[in-house]
């Protein structure tokens, strides 16, 4: 199983981006996905997660800002982040939980996009 993310770059504050991630592979079920982010100098943390049914969290400080997506037919997450601030600066990684086609469970990782808010 393998997780592509894109839409990171280079945004003003108060501006938006859409990030999106695609599992592929041998793919039997996809669980819980989330996104994660890592400033520089600072632990990864939890951004916003959602569940097969579609159920969300998110982090206190994206809270009204960020909105959590999936489509399950096509094996995506999404993530829409609107009025980015400086703060929000960080490199952006997917996950999910996923069995493949041999009913082995993991967790997985896509490769990271930055996301950069300045002016």
């Known amino acids: 199983v393998q997780l592509q993310a894109s839409g990171g770059g280079l945004v003003q504050p108060g501006g938006y981006l859409r990030l999106s991630c695609a599992a592929s592979?041998?793919?039997?079920?996809?669980?819980?996905m989330g996104w994660y982010r890592q400033a520089p100098g600072k632990q990864r943390e939890l951004v916003a997660g959602?569940?097969?049914?579609?159920?969300?969290n998110y982090a206190d400080s994206v809270k009204g800002r960020f909105t959590i997506s999936r489509d399950n037919a096509k094996n995506t997450v999404y993530l829409q982040m609107n009025n980015l601030k400086p703060e929000d600066t960080a490199v952006y990684y997917c996950n999910a939980g996923a069995r493949d086609l041999w009913y082995r469970l993991g967790d997985y990782w896509g490769q990271g996009t930055l996301v950069t808010v300045s002016s």
């Open positions: 959602i569940t097969t049914g579609g159920s969300t």
């Open positions: 592979g041998s793919i039997l079920s996809i669980n819980n």
